[in-house]
């Protein structure tokens, strides 16, 4: 034990390159599982490196006129939804050639088959992932008032969609209702609520949802948090445990200063690493 914690120290004092010098050993793409460490409460932790660039990719990414997409923020399941015809049942496409991420095409269709037993059936996706030409010509056509610069919209993510209804307009739809009060069992977020423009810097928008995942999104409905105030929120608690849907996870947040950090995992758990597009990542475990 006493070498692994040595490990550790050293690590986090002299930086990655001088430990993988002294054990002659080069690190492969992405983290690494260092050094297993035990706390004194006998709690055993793998520490972690981590490169600055993670702190730009997941599902907790705030992008907005301040904070662009990088490119390694785009998802890498982009898929078209016209060629997977089996994640679109349930609804209709207002563009063929709607892209979108294939772990968010899957949990949208899981929702409406759902919001189906509900007697609510009526959805349409009007938009999903936009890469930077698109958003571009968006962004030229409709202005600054109607549409975000190129890598400043959430679209260029993959991870949003807006979504509309059949019937009538989302803020009157028994669509738009139904995904209000249900959307977060299933990963999503109302982006922009009608009550927080002045936190979003944007207006009241029913359409656009936004996937955060589990359980992300039940802890923002529970307090009212947008996605600006959930982050900080996250770092004011630096670590806390909450159960949701009978499952306990650990969240934590960790700083991300230069080229690299080292941050400790929950041993032998299922876990999940998302930047937050500013300053620091943030890992989600299973207990």
């Known amino acids: 034990m006493k070498k692994r914690v040595f490990c550790a120290v050293l690590a986090a004092l002299l930086g990655w390159e001088a430990l993988q010098q002294m054990n002659g050993t080069r690190a492969p793409a992405g983290g690494l599982q260092m050094v297993q460490i035990i706390s004194g409460e006998g709690k055993q932790s793998d520490l972690t490196a981590v490169s600055a660039n993670r702190v730009h990719k997941g599902n907790?990414?705030?992008?907005?006129?301040?904070?662009?997409?990088?490119?390694?923020?785009?998802?890498?399941?982009?898929?078209?939804l016209e060629e997977l015809r089996e994640l679109t049942t349930g609804y209709a496409l207002l563009d063929n050639g709607t892209r979108l991420s294939?772990?968010?095409?899957?949990?949208?269709?899981?929702?409406?088959?759902?919001?189906?037993?509900?007697?609510?059936?009526?959805?349409?996706?009007?938009?999903?992932?936009?890469?930077?030409?698109?958003?571009?010509?968006?962004?030229?056509?409709?202005?600054?008032?109607?549409?975000?610069?190129?890598?400043?919209s959430e679209h260029n993510l993959g991870l949003s969609l807006d979504i509309g209804s059949s019937q009538m307009e989302m803020s009157r739809?028994?669509?738009?209702?139904?995904?209000?009060?249900?959307?977060?069992?299933?990963?999503?977020?109302?982006?922009?609520?009608?009550?927080?423009?002045?936190i979003t810097g944007i207006q009241y928008e029913p359409w656009h949802f936004r996937y955060v995942g589990l359980?992300?999104?039940?802890?923002m409905r529970d307090k009212h948090f947008t996605l600006e105030e959930y982050l900080t929120f996250l770092k004011e608690q630096q670590s806390f445990t909450v159960k949701v849907?009978?499952?306990?996870?650990?969240?934590?947040?960790?700083?991300?200063?230069?080229?690299?950090?080292?941050?400790?995992?929950?041993?032998?758990?299922?876990?999940?690493?998302?930047?937050?597009?500013?300053?620091?990542?943030?890992v989600t475990s299973q207990l």
């Open 245 to 282: 849907k009978g499952t306990l996870y650990q969240i934590s947040y960790h700083s991300v200063d230069g080229s690299s950090a080292f941050i400790p995992i929950p041993a032998g758990q299922q876990y999940d690493i998302s930047g937050n597009n500013m300053d620091g990542v943030i």
């Open 60 to 80: 907790l990414l705030l992008v907005n006129k301040d904070y662009p997409v990088y490119p390694d923020g785009v998802t890498s399941d982009i898929i078209s």
């Open 102 to 152: 294939k772990t968010v095409a899957l949990q949208f269709s899981r929702m409406v088959e759902a919001a189906a037993g509900d007697g609510v059936s009526q959805f349409l996706i009007s938009s999903g992932y936009r890469d930077t030409d698109k958003q571009k010509q968006l962004y030229e056509e409709k202005g600054a008032d109607y549409a975000l610069p190129p890598g400043h």
């Open 173 to 198: 739809a028994p669509e738009g209702q139904w995904l209000e009060a249900n959307a977060w069992d299933y990963g999503f977020i109302l982006r922009y609520p009608k009550d927080k423009s002045d």
């Open 215 to 219: 359980p992300h999104s039940i802890i």
